[in-house]
């Protein structure tokens, strides 16, 4: 349980930073990002009940979740519902 509230804590953290719009170098904010996509996928894949889809956790679905947002999460369940 503690791994899941340091793992929260962290996605709050970049979420607040995120949020700030804090003026960051490219590479930082290429990385922020991919790890917004990433902590993204965790809270889907917390909800694969609900969502019926799980998505594996992997440096390429984080960045197209982490650049595109929600129309990235939506591309994964178009590709995910082409592939099977």
């Not at 791994?3 to 700030?20: F, G, N, P, V």
């Amino acid at each position: 349980m503690n791994l899941l509230t340091a793992l929260l804590a962290i996605a709050a953290l970049l979420l607040l930073l995120k949020l700030t719009k804090a003026k960051l170098p490219l590479p930082h904010k290429l990385i922020l990002n991919t790890l917004c996509g990433y902590g993204a996928l965790i809270l889907l894949n917390l909800f694969s009940r609900l969502t019926g889809a799980v998505f594996s956790l992997n440096i390429v679905t984080a960045v197209v979740v982490g650049f595109l947002g929600l129309p990235g999460i939506l591309l994964l369940f178009v590709v995910r519902l082409i592939i099977l």
